[in-house]
């Protein structure tokens, strides 16, 4: 038995004749900060939906903690913390009122836990409030402290900085990277932004049109990512020539040089070189495949950014 | 169960609710306070012999249709609570069971509908001390059976509004389904009583002949409860 948090085999849903979420093979391990990223209607909600057991598959299974959702659903959410889609809230409720209302439902979660998930998601000041009167960013600080309430060993966050500020977004990063270390917290966050998911995840999972295109570690993603130093000079066609002549890769396109990205003194040495020969340089900046762009390209570039 | 209701209940603070839980019995004691206000002289003339057994039945033609009102109306606001933002997502996500979610809407909704039933039996009992009838003559059976057999004979219709209630985001559809129901209900009251099968008929039969309401309400009303919960517990949440 590995430690795998969550495990689903072939996780398929059909809706309206259409497989949205295809053959899901999705692998996280406990302390992981997964990032489950996907343009829009990639299916990303749709997995999530299924993993909480809010929709059944078509076909194939979801194993959390080892153990089969279908069969034990009620005891492995007590383990589950979870923000799905937008948040959900009473209206007419307070924040306090809101998470008590959870609360209850929670077996063995004290009182005071309100007021601790409350000012992790800084909404002490606001808790007397009725909800109704939260600014979007706020009502999405609400889910994530409700997702909290029962501390979690697995929380699963769908676009949780949907609304937020750019501080907001900042907190809720730090605090979903501070989860692994401080709680011992496995974290599920799906977005459509592989920056931000870059900012916070250790594995990578990208969807595109229900599959899985890719699923490692990050840093394995970040290696594809393709870097080229774009040389701006005076005469692109003799310093393309002389790059050949000495045994230098180059790559003329659009009327723009490149060289493939290397170590510094490789590239000051095609720099030295060129100098010597008369060519006039202006500038020599890395340019090229960024992390988004490598997700836009295996999403077959539709949606994203 | 216990927390569960308490956290159901603490959803309907500040809401209009509780209100109407009130409102509803007081205007069928004050619609029948009116009636007989208007021609006391006459009523107790001709009803002299059984004055409690009348007031009875009079109120419990005005119980009737208020309580399928009130079960239509408070079913689908209990249900508006989840739907208004979609909790669904949020509640069903939580360690209970989806059956145990479902019995949980349809105890606050009966325990609510209950609350208003024992304000007209008071007010019924309290509307004829008012009016000089003898607290020994009250004939209690008939007054418990007119309310609670009528009741019971309209659990089949409550279950059936929950169920529309609970699964439909669009409330028009539970809301219009039960406005049917009750006017198709206030239709048959005097229609024959071969037709005494029909569900409609059945919170009226009460007061003449408790036994076949309250066993088919009941038999009814338990397998209408179990479909409904069997299909909340297999839905997709939207
Ligand atoms: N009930 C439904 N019937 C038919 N198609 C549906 C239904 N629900 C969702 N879909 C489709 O399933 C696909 C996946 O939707 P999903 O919400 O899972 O995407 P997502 O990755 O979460 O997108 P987003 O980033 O926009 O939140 C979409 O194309 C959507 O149109
Ligand atoms: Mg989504």
Redesign the pocket.
């Given at each position: 038995m590995t430690d795998l948090v969550i495990e689903t085999k072939g996780l398929t849903k059909t809706?309206?004749g259409?497989n949205?979420?295809d053959k899901l093979d999705l692998r996280i391990k406990r302390g992981d900060i997964y990032g489950f990223l996907?343009?829009?209607?990639?299916?990303?909600?749709?997995?999530i939906k299924m993993l909480l057991g809010l929709a059944r598959p078509s076909s194939g299974q979801v194993r959390l903690f080892g153990r089969s959702i279908r069969k034990e659903r009620v005891a492995l959410l007590r383990k589950v913390g979870s923000l799905v889609?937008y948040p959900s809230y009473y209206g007419h409720l307070n924040a306090k009122e809101n998470l008590e209302t959870i609360r209850l439902l929670l077996p063995g979660v004290r009182r005071s836990r309100i007021d601790e998930v409350l000012s992790i998601v800084r909404l002490t000041k606001d808790a007397q409030r009725q909800v109704k009167g939260y600014s979007l960013g706020m009502k999405q600080r609400l889910g994530i402290a409700a997702a909290l309430l029962g501390e979690p060993e697995l929380l699963i966050l769908?676009?949780p900085t949907n609304g937020l500020d750019p501080s907001g977004i900042i907190e809720i990063r730090e605090l979903i990277r501070s989860m692994p270390g401080q709680y011992g917290m496995t974290v599920l966050v799906?977005s459509?932004l592989l920056t931000e998911v870059g900012q916070m995840a250790t594995e990578v999972g990208i969807?595109s049109k229900?599959k899985l295109v890719f699923q490692d570690r990050l840093e394995v993603l970040k290696g594809r990512s393709r870097q080229q130093i774009h040389i701006r000079l005076n005469d692109q066609q003799r310093a393309f020539n002389l790059l050949h002549a000495h045994g230098f890769k180059a790559e003329l396109t659009d009327g723009r040089l490149y060289v493939p990205k290397a170590d510094d003194q490789r590239i000051a040495s095609v720099v030295r070189m060129l100098v010597q020969q008369g060519i006039e340089i202006s500038r020599v900046e890395e340019e090229g495949d960024t992390l988004e762009s490598v997700f836009l390209h295996m999403t077959g570039g539709e949606g994203g950014l | 169960m216990r927390r569960l209701l308490a956290s159901e209940f603490l959803k309907l603070r500040r809401k209009m609710i509780w209100f109407l839980i009130v409102l509803g019995p007081a205007g069928v004691i004050a619609l029948q306070a009116v009636n007989y206000g208007l021609r006391f002289d006459y009523l107790m003339k001709n009803y002299a012999g059984d004055p409690w057994g009348y007031l009875i039945k009079n109120v419990s033609m005005l119980l009737i249709p208020a309580l399928l009102m009130g079960m239509t109306i408070i079913s689908s606001m209990i249900a508006t609570l989840e739907h208004h933002t979609n909790a669904w997502k949020q509640t069903i996500a939580l360690p209970v069971s989806r059956t145990k979610l479902y019995l949980g809407k349809f105890a606050v909704t009966t325990m609510l509908l209950l609350v208003s039933t024992v304000l007209v039996l008071a007010g019924t009992v309290a509307l004829g001390l008012i009016f000089g009838f003898e607290l020994q003559a009250l004939p209690w059976d008939t007054l418990l059976i007119a309310l609670y057999g009528a009741f019971i004979g309209a659990l089949p219709y409550l279950a059936v509004q929950i169920w529309l209630a609970v699964t439909l985001n669009n409330q028009a559809i539970p809301l219009t389904v039960g406005i049917s129901g009750l006017v198709l209900s206030m239709l048959m009251i005097n229609g024959s009583s071969s037709k005494n099968w029909l569900p409609w008929k059945w919170p009226y039969l009460a007061l003449l002949e408790p036994v076949f309401p309250v066993a088919a309400g009941l038999a009814a009303s338990a397998v209408l409860y179990l479909l409904g919960s069997l299909h909340f517990a297999r839905k997709d949440v939207?």
């Amino acid at each position: 038995m590995t430690d795998l948090v969550i495990e689903t085999k072939g996780l398929t849903k059909t809706l309206g004749g259409r497989n949205v979420v295809d053959k899901l093979d999705l692998r996280i391990k406990r302390g992981d900060i997964y990032g489950f990223l996907g343009p829009n209607g990639a299916g990303k909600t749709t997995t999530i939906k299924m993993l909480l057991g809010l929709a059944r598959p078509s076909s194939g299974q979801v194993r959390l903690f080892g153990r089969s959702i279908r069969k034990e659903r009620v005891a492995l959410l007590r383990k589950v913390g979870s923000l799905v889609e937008y948040p959900s809230y009473y209206g007419h409720l307070n924040a306090k009122e809101n998470l008590e209302t959870i609360r209850l439902l929670l077996p063995g979660v004290r009182r005071s836990r309100i007021d601790e998930v409350l000012s992790i998601v800084r909404l002490t000041k606001d808790a007397q409030r009725q909800v109704k009167g939260y600014s979007l960013g706020m009502k999405q600080r609400l889910g994530i402290a409700a997702a909290l309430l029962g501390e979690p060993e697995l929380l699963i966050l769908d676009e949780p900085t949907n609304g937020l500020d750019p501080s907001g977004i900042i907190e809720i990063r730090e605090l979903i990277r501070s989860m692994p270390g401080q709680y011992g917290m496995t974290v599920l966050v799906s977005s459509h932004l592989l920056t931000e998911v870059g900012q916070m995840a250790t594995e990578v999972g990208i969807v595109s049109k229900g599959k899985l295109v890719f699923q490692d570690r990050l840093e394995v993603l970040k290696g594809r990512s393709r870097q080229q130093i774009h040389i701006r000079l005076n005469d692109q066609q003799r310093a393309f020539n002389l790059l050949h002549a000495h045994g230098f890769k180059a790559e003329l396109t659009d009327g723009r040089l490149y060289v493939p990205k290397a170590d510094d003194q490789r590239i000051a040495s095609v720099v030295r070189m060129l100098v010597q020969q008369g060519i006039e340089i202006s500038r020599v900046e890395e340019e090229g495949d960024t992390l988004e762009s490598v997700f836009l390209h295996m999403t077959g570039g539709e949606g994203g950014l | 169960m216990r927390r569960l209701l308490a956290s159901e209940f603490l959803k309907l603070r500040r809401k209009m609710i509780w209100f109407l839980i009130v409102l509803g019995p007081a205007g069928v004691i004050a619609l029948q306070a009116v009636n007989y206000g208007l021609r006391f002289d006459y009523l107790m003339k001709n009803y002299a012999g059984d004055p409690w057994g009348y007031l009875i039945k009079n109120v419990s033609m005005l119980l009737i249709p208020a309580l399928l009102m009130g079960m239509t109306i408070i079913s689908s606001m209990i249900a508006t609570l989840e739907h208004h933002t979609n909790a669904w997502k949020q509640t069903i996500a939580l360690p209970v069971s989806r059956t145990k979610l479902y019995l949980g809407k349809f105890a606050v909704t009966t325990m609510l509908l209950l609350v208003s039933t024992v304000l007209v039996l008071a007010g019924t009992v309290a509307l004829g001390l008012i009016f000089g009838f003898e607290l020994q003559a009250l004939p209690w059976d008939t007054l418990l059976i007119a309310l609670y057999g009528a009741f019971i004979g309209a659990l089949p219709y409550l279950a059936v509004q929950i169920w529309l209630a609970v699964t439909l985001n669009n409330q028009a559809i539970p809301l219009t389904v039960g406005i049917s129901g009750l006017v198709l209900s206030m239709l048959m009251i005097n229609g024959s009583s071969s037709k005494n099968w029909l569900p409609w008929k059945w919170p009226y039969l009460a007061l003449l002949e408790p036994v076949f309401p309250v066993a088919a309400g009941l038999a009814a009303s338990a397998v209408l409860y179990l479909l409904g919960s069997l299909h909340f517990a297999r839905k997709d949440v939207g």
